[in-house]
């Protein structure tokens, strides 16, 4: 055997996950690993948890990362709130709808499905109906930004139907964390789940969850124990609770909690609405690029995210080419479609730190010259001044 350290390349990220991660961010991670129950630490994690309280616009006392990645929030929220033989409503509308469909199912709770096509939001009305055809369903489950497609739901009107029928909500935020307008609070949001990699400029692994007092109070009534004791929130709250002993659960990812720190500061530093704003902007400017190529974005403008840009491929070329090419040579990477979408959309992310002008002009060069020279029939050249002239 003779292998070395692992060099990774420099890449640019603009998929769907990871996103770039902020310099500062890496940096807090190289500090020095100290225990998971040391002061000094614990110190942290109290900041960890108001600031992501911030993030979230909540005042709910059990808002905390919990320690994996997106997937793992998406569990600890369903897994908290079902019981056997509960009904539960998901909305489908991409992939991540159909996740949860899974985790419901694995809670021996029973799913109801909401069907939209993919690259619509969820549809309120075909909620409501699913709420009249079921009135003893117990939550109301949806993806709030739909990074498969690129599609953002209304997530107070649907938060709103749900609590007319007595319901929890329950909303992946994964994607809209940071990146789009978010209010857990005033939309009476229950249960909410995100990820630290997409528009928090972090390093993948992290989860913060958020849980409203009516969400705590259907936790700690339950009949039966939480099926998976990892993410039992009334274990995990002995480490990571208000009033907590701080007794040991699990090795805390220290330093990955770092990481979550510093770009969480940084947020606060720049303001949660100027960083939805930054968002917007930034995809204003490679919209106006997109277009004056003649390329197009499968999601209307009214519900399509900022961060996360389905468009659309000229015909006749080989999107994976095209990708591989934009790696190889450009050290960018942009995503593939999903499912539905697979093989029809590029998805390109401006998420975090990736959402930067740099970032756009790099991506709509790269793309410029290489479908010029595919012969993809594209008005070359027309992209970066377009782009250019929305950042005056
Ligand atoms: C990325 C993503 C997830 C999964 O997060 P992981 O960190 O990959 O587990 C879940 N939902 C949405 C909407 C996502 O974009």
Request: proline share 5%.
């Amino acid at each position: 055997m003779n292998i070395t350290s692992f060099n990774p390349p420099v890449r640019t990220l603009m998929g769907p996950g990871p996103s770039d991660v902020h310099p500062r961010v890496t940096g807090a991670m190289a500090r020095p690993c100290i225990g998971h129950l040391d002061p000094a630490f614990v110190g942290m994690m109290d900041e960890v948890k108001t600031m992501l309280q911030y993030a979230f616009q909540t005042k709910n006392q059990l808002t905390i990362p919990v320690s994996a990645p997106g997937s793992a929030g998406m569990e600890a929220t369903f897994q908290n709130l079902l019981e056997h033989g509960d009904k539960a409503i998901v909305c489908q509308n991409g992939v991540f709808g159909g996740r949860m469909k899974e985790v419901v199912e694995r809670c021996g709770a029973i799913a109801v499905m909401v069907e939209d096509d993919w690259g619509k939001p969820v549809d309120p009305q075909k909620v409501e109906e699913a709420f009249k055809a079921n009135p003893d369903a117990k939550l109301l489950a949806f993806v709030h930004a739909e990074t498969s497609t690129g599609a953002r739901s209304d997530a107070q009107t649907l938060s709103k139907i749900a609590h007319d029928n007595d319901a929890l909500v329950l909303i992946d935020a994964v994607t809209s964390l940071g990146g789009s307008e978010l209010k857990v609070d005033e939309w009476e949001i229950d249960a909410i789940y995100s990820g630290s990699q997409k528009c928090l400029s972090c390093t993948p692994g992290i989860s913060p969850v958020s849980f409203s007092q009516r969400a705590i109070d259907v936790i700690t009534s339950r009949k039966t124990k939480v099926q998976s004791w990892f993410l039992d929130t009334n274990l995990v709250m002995g480490y990571w609770g208000p009033n907590a002993k701080r007794a040991y659960h699990h090795t805390a990812p220290v330093n990955s909690l770092y990481a979550l720190h510093e770009s969480l500061v940084m947020l606060q530093d720049e303001g949660l609405e100027n960083s939805w704003a930054r968002h917007t902007n930034n995809h204003l400017a490679l919209r106006a690029g997109i277009e004056a190529m003649g390329l197009s974005f499968i999601v209307d403008e009214e519900y399509r995210l900022p961060q996360l840009n389905s468009v659309t491929i000229p015909d006749g070329i080989d999107e994976a080419a095209v990708r591989s090419i934009l790696l190889n040579e450009f050290n960018l990477e942009i995503g593939a479609g999903l499912g539905a979408l697979a093989g029809k959309v590029w998805r390109i992310g401006l998420m975090g730190h990736s959402s930067r002008a740099e970032n756009i002009l790099l991506c709509l060069g790269a793309l410029d010259v290489v479908l010029t020279d595919m012969g993809a029939g594209i008005n070359s050249g027309a992209a970066l001044p377009a782009a250019q002239a929305t950042m005056k």
